[in-house]
């Protein structure tokens, strides 16, 4: 089996449309302080401009942890 990380970060565009940007494996020991640091950072730098809207407000972090099981399967 198969375990995967990813911190998944959503905000709100100036469109009222949420949009969401996602970091691959990340740290064990990464804390909610530091998760608002960067998301805060995102929204006052406006780094980000998807499909040309600004990101205007960080609405919330999780991290989502995937496990994958692959099957050999025989098939004919």
Sequence with gaps: M???RRLLMSFKC???KKVSLSVEDPRDDVTE???KTVMDLIV???IF???GSEIVE???AKV???DTT???LVIG
């Design 58 to 60: 960080a609405l919330e």
């Design 14 to 16: 100036n469109n009222d």
């Design 49 to 51: 401009t998807p499909n």
């Design 2 to 4: 198969e375990t995967t």
């Design 70 to 72: 692959p099957y050999d």
């Design 33 to 35: 302080a530091e998760i």
């Design 64 to 66: 989502v942890v995937t």
């Design 44 to 46: 006052s730098k406006n």
